[in-house]
């Protein structure tokens, strides 16, 4: 499953997205992993999430995001849940990129039984009826 926020700036998606972190690890059955640009939510997030920065691991494109993706998850089956923050910081701003970065990750949740919520600066009516349907 895949869920996408989205909103312009301080429209409150990262609040959003801690809330929906702490409320999944309530009941999570596996390991729950966020990828952030930068080292922002070090303190908003429970410990038990592994934090990590896109920035170290200088990922720049939708392409090396999918592959470092696919990487987790084949590093660790038991990730039940991915949370990615502000996807234009770490791909671009970049509306057709960001529509198909999501397409594939509807495609590779439902192929490995994950849940992935992405949150992405922009007005929901720049994105397609195939992305507004994740909302």
């Given at each position: 499953m895949i869920r996408v926020?989205?909103?312009?700036?301080?429209?409150?998606k990262t609040k959003k997205l801690i809330e929906s972190i702490h409320e999944t690890l309530t009941h999570a059955n596996g390991d729950v992993v966020c990828i952030e640009?930068?080292?922002?939510?070090?303190?908003?997030?429970n410990?038990?999430?592994r934090?990590?920065?896109?920035?170290?691991?200088?990922?720049?494109?939708a392409a090396m995001l999918?592959?470092?993706?696919?990487?987790?998850?084949?590093?660790n089956f038991d990730i039940?849940?991915?949370?990615i923050d502000n996807l234009y910081k770490t791909i671009g701003n970049d509306v057709a990129a960001a529509?198909?970065?999501?397409?594939?990750?509807?495609?590779?949740?439902?192929?490995?039984?994950?849940?992935?919520?992405v949150t992405i600066s922009?007005?929901?009516?720049n994105f397609s009826e195939e992305v507004k349907k994740y909302l």
């Open positions: 926020i989205l909103g312009l700036k301080g429209s409150g640009y930068g080292k922002k939510l070090t303190y908003d997030v410990y038990k999430v934090l990590v920065d896109s920035q170290e691991y200088a990922i720049t494109n999918k592959g470092f993706l696919s990487g987790l998850h084949a590093g039940t849940h991915v949370f529509e198909e970065f999501i397409s594939w990750c509807a495609n590779f949740a439902a192929v490995n039984n994950m849940n992935i919520t922009e007005s929901p009516e």
